[in-house]
């Protein structure tokens, strides 16, 4: 069968996917500043599960039901707190920083973000969804290039309604990775603007950081500037991380 790789630039395109069938489809999410970064530093720290949900009122009413679990997540940037729940503190916000062994070893999170755990549950239906980052860049290519998927989706999860720079390296860095697989193949040019720019761009990710929106905001915001530099780091963790049908991210262990 002919294979197909596709690039997901702007959030507007995520929309669609909750339309199409993804069953024969392996989904990678990026969510670079900060979400796929901060749920893989979470299960690198050893958290049992994570629960994406699209709104607040969906985590409040995990916690209800299991009051174990920790909320996590943000809005505008910042820890979800009693003013937008009602009266509940989030335990954590968006930063890998806040996502310690000692906080999150054992336990499950439900975490809600403006963009990342959205387009994790857009996914929803894929034969395989695993979490992207420049973290675990190397991970993801390895089962990639193990099994190659007949059609890969590298989808952007951007920032409110505009695509996000950051995400679109990452999806660069692993097009440019799987290319020989799928180069001759292409029907959109998702993948080779998302390579071309990483190109241009991935060689010094710190640099490219202050060309992008998020990375301006969050380096502006002495609380979270280091979240930054972080986020960018290529492959230091060596986990693969994925989505179950039921909407649950956990560490996939190595065959």
Request: net charge negative; glycine share 8%; with cysteine.
């Amino acid at each position: 069968m002919p294979t197909r790789l596709r690039v997901l630039l702007a959030p507007a395109e995520i929309a669609a996917l909750r339309r199409e069938d993804l069953g024969e489809t392996t989904c990678v999410v990026f969510d670079i500043l900060r979400a796929t970064t901060t749920m893989l530093t979470a299960l690198a720290n050893g958290a049992e599960a994570i629960v994406p949900v699209e709104e607040i009122a969906e985590a409040l009413d995990w916690k209800a039901r299991h009051p174990d679990v920790l909320l996590g997540g943000e809005r505008q940037g910042l820890r979800i707190g009693a003013s937008l729940t009602g009266g509940v503190e989030f335990d954590l916000g968006n930063s890998p920083a806040e996502y310690m062994r000692d906080v999150v070893e054992g336990r499950t999170i439900v975490m809600t973000t403006t963009n990342g755990t959205r387009a994790l549950r857009a996914c929803l239906g894929a034969s395989a969804i695993y979490l992207g980052s420049f973290l675990n860049l190397r991970a993801v290519t390895q089962r990639l290039q193990e099994d190659p998927p007949e059609s890969l989706l590298l989808v952007c999860s951007g920032t409110g309604d505009q695509p996000a720079l950051e995400d679109i390296l990452a999806a660069g860095a692993l097009c440019e990775k799987v290319w020989s697989h799928y180069s001759m193949d292409l029907d959109s040019d998702g993948p080779e603007v998302a390579r071309r720019l990483h190109a241009l761009m991935g060689a010094t990710l710190g640099e490219a950081m202050l060309s992008a929106c998020n990375g301006r905001r969050l380096l502006a915001q002495p609380h979270l500037r280091d979240d930054v530099p972080r986020c960018v780091q290529r492959e230091t963790l060596s986990i693969l991380a994925g989505m179950d049908p039921e909407g649950v991210v956990r560490r996939i262990p190595a065959p």
